[in-house]
C-alpha cells in the first residue's frame, strides 16, 4: 500500500483543514488507517484513527472534540479534518495504514506511512 498524505499549509488560528491521505496499490477497506503528527523537536504522536473494517474510530485526548477521521471508500481515501486549529497544532501530518483489525494509535502497529504534510497555524 502507498499513501499519500497532502493538504497541508499555512492557516490561521481558529481556522480549519481537511487533510487527505490517498491509498494506492490496494484498498484501504481492510485496513485500520490513522493520523499522526510530528512538531519540530517532538515525539510523533497519534492523533486519530479509523477502521475500515466496520467505521468505528478512536482519538487521542489532545485532539478529540476538534478533529474528525472519516473515509471515503469510493476515492479509497482517509480525511483529517480539523478545525480550532492551534499555533501548536503546527506539525508535520503523516497518515498510516495497517491490514489488521487493531484500532489505535501506537506507531509500531502500522506498516505503511504517507510521505507527511506540513500544517502551520500562525497566532
Known amino acids: 500500500v502507498q499513501l499519500q498524505a497532502s493538504g497541508g499549509g499555512l492557516v490561521q488560528a481558529g481556522g480549519s483543514l481537511r487533510l487527505s491521505c490517498v491509498a494506492s496499490g490496494s484498498t484501504l477497506d481492510r485496513h485500520v488507517v490513522g493520523w499522526f503528527r510530528q512538531a519540530p523537536g517532538k515525539k510523533r504522536e497519534g492523533l486519530g484513527c479509523?477502521?475500515?473494517?466496520?467505521?468505528?474510530?478512536f482519538y487521542a485526548n489532545s485532539v478529540k472534540g476538534r478533529f474528525t477521521v472519516s473515509a471515503d471508500s469510493a476515492k479509497n481515501t482517509v480525511y483529517l479534518q480539523m478545525s480550532g486549529l492551534k499555533p501548536e497544532d503546527t506539525a508535520v501530518y503523516y497518515c498510516?495504514?495497517?491490514?489488521?483489525?487493531?484500532?489505535?494509535?501506537?506507531?509500531?502497529?502500522?506498516?505503511?506511512w504517507g510521505q507527511g504534510t506540513l500544517v502551520t497555524v500562525s497566532s
Open positions: 479509523i477502521s475500515n473494517f466496520d467505521g468505528s474510530t
Open positions: 498510516a495504514a495497517v491490514g489488521l483489525r487493531i484500532i489505535g494509535l501506537e506507531e509500531y502497529t502500522y506498516d505503511y
